[in-house]
Nanobody, 124 residues
Framework: VQLQASGGGTVQAGDSLRLSCEVS????????MAWFRRAPRDEREFVAG????????NTNEFLKGRFTVSRDNAKNTMYLHISTLYREDTAVYYC??????????????????WGQGTLVTVSS
C-alpha cells in the first residue's frame, strides 16, 4: 500500500485549501484513514479521519469547524478541506491509513501506512 499526498503550497491567510491523498496497491485492504500534521518545532498531531464507509468521522476538537475530511472510495482518494487558513496552520500534512477498523483512532500507532507529507505554508 502506498499513499501519495498532494495539494500543499504557499497560501494567504484566510484562503481555503484542499489536500488529497491517493492510495495505491492493495486499496481494498484499507479501512480507516486520517490526516496528521506537524508544525515547525511541534509534535505530529491528529487532524481528522474517517472510516471506509464514511459513517464514522473524527476531528481534532481544537480544529473543528475549519477542517473537513472526505473520501472517494471509487478514486481511492481521501481529501482534507481547510477553510480560513491561519499562519498557525503552517505544517507538513501527512495522510495515514490502516488495515483495521479502529473507529478512526487519533494516535500515530493506529495507522500502519503513511504518505510522505505535503507542506502547507500560510503567509499573512
Amino acid at each position: 500500500v502506498q499513499l501519495q499526498a498532494s495539494g500543499g503550497g504557499t497560501v494567504q491567510a484566510g484562503d481555503s485549501l484542499r489536500l488529497s491523498c491517493e492510495v495505491s496497491g492493495l486499496t481494498g485492504s484499507i479501512f480507516d484513514m486520517a490526516w496528521f500534521r506537524r508544525a515547525p518545532r511541534d509534535e505530529r498531531e491528529f487532524v481528522a479521519g474517517m472510516s471506509r464507509s464514511g459513517h464514522l468521522r473524527n476531528t481534532n476538537e481544537f480544529l473543528k469547524g475549519r477542517f473537513t475530511v472526505s473520501r472517494d472510495n471509487a478514486k481511492n482518494t481521501m481529501y482534507l478541506h481547510i477553510s480560513t487558513l491561519y499562519r498557525e496552520d503552517t505544517a507538513v500534512y501527512y495522510c495515514a491509513a490502516s488495515r483495521f477498523n479502529l473507529r478512526v483512532g487519533t494516535a500515530m500507532a493506529d495507522y500502519e501506512y503513511w504518505g510522505q507529507g505535503t507542506l502547507v505554508t500560510v503567509s499573512s
